[in-house]
């Protein structure tokens, strides 16, 4: 059994910061490519950022230059810090991971969700 648990949202005024957490924990053997999304109400789920396991990121455009993604591989943890944040930037966040498992010598690699976190931008 794997899981992520996300943390570190909340509520911040336009032009602050925030910084999420995701971690990674359970029967992990490797854990690859890793990343944000962000569901805003009544919109699809959107990719925001992903990182790859030897650190290689992309961003979606609109948050170039504001967001960095970052992981600890040590600890399984992949972070959003968030920056020059507007009110556009509300949304659900959500975590994703490729995580491998081992069992009885068999690599299974699982698509991981975490649960969300709220993200509110408001004065």
């Known amino acids: 059994q794997v899981q992520l648990v996300e943390s570190g949202g909340g509520l911040v005024q336009p032009g602050g910061s925030l910084t999420l957490s995701c971690a990674a924990s359970?029967?992990?053997?490797?854990?690859?490519?890793m990343g944000w999304y962000r569901q805003a109400p009544g919109k699809q789920r959107q990719l925001v950022a992903t990182?790859?396991?030897?650190?290689?990121?992309s961003y979606v455009d609109s948050v170039k230059g504001r967001f960095t993604i970052s992981r600890d591989n040590a600890k399984n943890t992949v972070y959003l810090q968030m920056d020059s944040l507007k009110p556009e930037d509300t949304a659900v966040y959500y975590c994703?991971?490729?995580?491998?498992?081992?069992?009885?010598?068999?690599?299974?690699?699982?698509?991981?969700w975490g649960q969300g976190t709220l993200v509110t931008v408001s004065s």
């Open positions: 994703n991971a490729e995580v491998g498992t081992l069992t009885s010598d068999i690599l299974h690699v699982l698509d991981i």
């Open positions: 359970g029967n992990i053997f490797k854990v690859d490519a």
């Open positions: 990182i790859s396991s030897g650190g290689s990121t």
